[in-house]
């Protein structure tokens, strides 16, 4: 069994007003083996993506390797932009070691609701992942309900979105399609991603996860 521990700290500012929130980095995070490309933070594993279209969005010019220059671009834009990192997964123990969010056991949550309440600002969490088993919207209404909380529907379109309320403050949290490959052929199910498909046959996957983190990024 591994022993699976997420290795960054939440990073919030006090004027932080979006919170991505996903489960945990590759395994190989935890235990110090970066590849080549990766960056020692929040989402740095270079087949994750997701600083690759957040680049594209903002033409950022990021580095990807080890470095702490590509820490520090990363940690800059955030700051600047006003978002925050925080997973909801402490840890959790594994039969594999691999990044798979169903083959997560014994999970510990991290206590979300609680740093909401100490950053008063945040008004919205980016879920990286749905309500799958074990995603991060899926584990996020697990711990709402140690809160006696719930999500209210605002839309059910893809990327759904959803709102609640606490201490009289409205949140709203928007599950984007992950920048997992693994949801590529969800992706490739979606009438949207076809039609737009169809008009222009060079749009792929890629293209469809800056259009639609583009609004929220």
Not at 35 to 61: Q, R, T
Not at 77 to 104: P, W
Not at 125 to 131: A, Q, Y
Not at 179 to 205: C, E, H, V, W
Request: charged share 25%.
């Amino acid at each position: 069994m591994f022993k699976h521990k997420h290795p960054y700290p939440p990073f919030i500012q006090e004027n932080t007003t979006k919170l991505i929130v996903g489960t945990l980095p590759p395994p190989r995070f935890s235990l110090g083996s970066l590849l080549e490309k990766d960056v020692d933070f929040c989402y740095g594993s270079y087949y994750n993506s997701l600083w690759l279209y957040i680049d594209e969005i903002y033409n950022l010019n990021l580095r990807y390797d080890n470095t702490e220059e590509a820490v520090q671009q990363r940690k800059q834009f955030l700051t600047d932009r006003k978002i925050g990192v925080c997973d909801i997964v402490e840890s959790c123990e594994r039969d594999k070691i691999d990044a798979s969010d169903l083959g997560m056991k014994h999970i510990k949550l991290r206590d979300l609701i609680g740093y909401l309440k100490r950053y008063p600002k945040v008004n919205t969490i980016l879920f990286t992942g749905g309500n799958s088993k074990n995603g991060p919207e899926y584990l996020f209404r697990k711990h709402c309900r140690d809160y006696n909380m719930s999500l209210e529907v605002v839309s059910s379109e893809v990327p759904r979105i959803h709102r609640f309320y606490l201490e009289g403050r409205k949140i709203n949290t928007v599950s984007l399609t992950s920048a997992s490959g693994s949801a590529n052929r969800a992706i490739g199910s979606m009438p949207l991603y076809q039609q737009l498909k169809n008009n222009n046959p060079d749009f792929n996957t890629f293209d469809f996860r800056v259009m639609q983190y583009r609004e929220y990024f």
